[in-house]
């Protein structure tokens, strides 16, 4: 079988030049292009730092769809570009894995049914890293026995959307797993907005904002004379490299969206 031949959009970012390293030192992957919205023509490897490797920054994204026809578009950009990417990449017949947060759930419909109207796979992850899916895991079956919880995140203060995905995705899998609570004394009052963070389906969800913070997250679960506390801390975005070299190589076989790397997974 041939090499996997992938393009990175956001190239230039923090997570862009991770995933970059990552392909260069996959032998299984190629990597074609990278995706910026202003450089053009400039060698990605000195643009990120690590010398020379022949291989160009384009800033027209169906250009590169088109004519360097990559198998994957690896998309680390912004949320509303993020969108975009993916939906013109399964237009072009680019299988889109991303790691862009900020998706709502008819967004994530919407991606499905381009899928498979289209017969390519998809993968959207809103975490990457193996640590943050186990934390998920295991918070989905603490709700069962412990269904009082509250989530805190806490990310650089560089990122745009609030909560972040995996708060949202990990309010999602407790929802499953237990009926909506109302959490708290019945009457309390908010002496400053927002300080009770955002609601959903019961549970409140805390976002904190911080530079020097990478990606963290607990969620507390408490009962009667009892806590619990899961946490994940990614203290580096390799962390994250792993899922998304996993997502290359799955979302070669998918015809449909899969959303979330749990599912990719091997029980
Ligand atoms: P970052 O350092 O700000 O990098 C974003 C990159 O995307 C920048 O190079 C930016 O270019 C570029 N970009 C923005 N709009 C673009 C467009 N229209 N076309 C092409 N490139 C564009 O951010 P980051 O920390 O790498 O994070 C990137 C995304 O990944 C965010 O959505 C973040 O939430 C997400 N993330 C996901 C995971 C996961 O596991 N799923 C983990 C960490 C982060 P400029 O410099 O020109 O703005």
Redesign the pocket.
């Known amino acids: 079988m041939g090499k996997i031949r992938v393009a990175v959009?956001?190239a230039?970012?923090?997570?862009?030049r991770e995933a970059v390293k990552m392909i260069l030192d996959d032998e299984a992957l190629a990597f074609v292009r990278g995706?910026?919205?202003?450089e053009n023509g400039v060698d990605v490897g000195e643009a990120i730092g690590i010398g020379t490797i022949g291989v160009t920054f384009s800033n027209a994204i169906e250009d590169v769809l088109l004519k360097d026809k990559p198998d994957v578009l690896i998309d680390?950009?912004?949320?509303d570009?993020?969108k975009r990417h993916t939906r013109l990449a399964l237009e072009y017949g680019v299988r889109p894995v991303v790691?862009?947060?900020?998706w709502t759930p008819q967004e994530i419909a919407d991606v499905d049914k381009l899928s498979r109207d289209r017969h390519i796979g998809a993968v959207i992850?809103?975490?990457?890293?193996i640590g943050a899916v186990l934390m998920m895991k295991f918070a989905q079956t603490a709700a069962k026995y412990m269904p009082h919880v509250e989530i805190i995140e806490m990310h650089h203060d560089?990122?745009l959307?609030a909560p972040s995905?995996t708060a949202m995705k990990t309010a999602e899998l407790i929802a499953q797993n237990r009926r909506e609570l109302k959490q708290g004394h019945p009457n309390e009052v908010e002496q400053l907005e927002g300080a009770r963070g955002g609601y959903y389906d019961g549970l409140r969800v805390h976002s904190v904002r911080l530079p020097g913070l990478v990606?963290h997250q607990q969620v507390l679960f408490g009962g009667p004379g009892q806590t619990l506390t899961l946490r994940h801390d990614s203290l580096d975005?390799q962390s994250?490299m792993p899922?998304v070299n996993l997502a290359v190589k799955k979302v070669m076989q998918l015809g449909h969206l899969v959303y979330g790397l749990e599912h990719l997974l091997d029980d």
């Open positions: 959009a956001g230039k970012g923090r997570m862009g995706i910026d919205r202003t680390l950009t912004h949320p570009a993020g790691g862009t947060t900020g992850a809103p975490n990457f890293a560089q990122k959307d995905g990606a975005r994250f899922g």
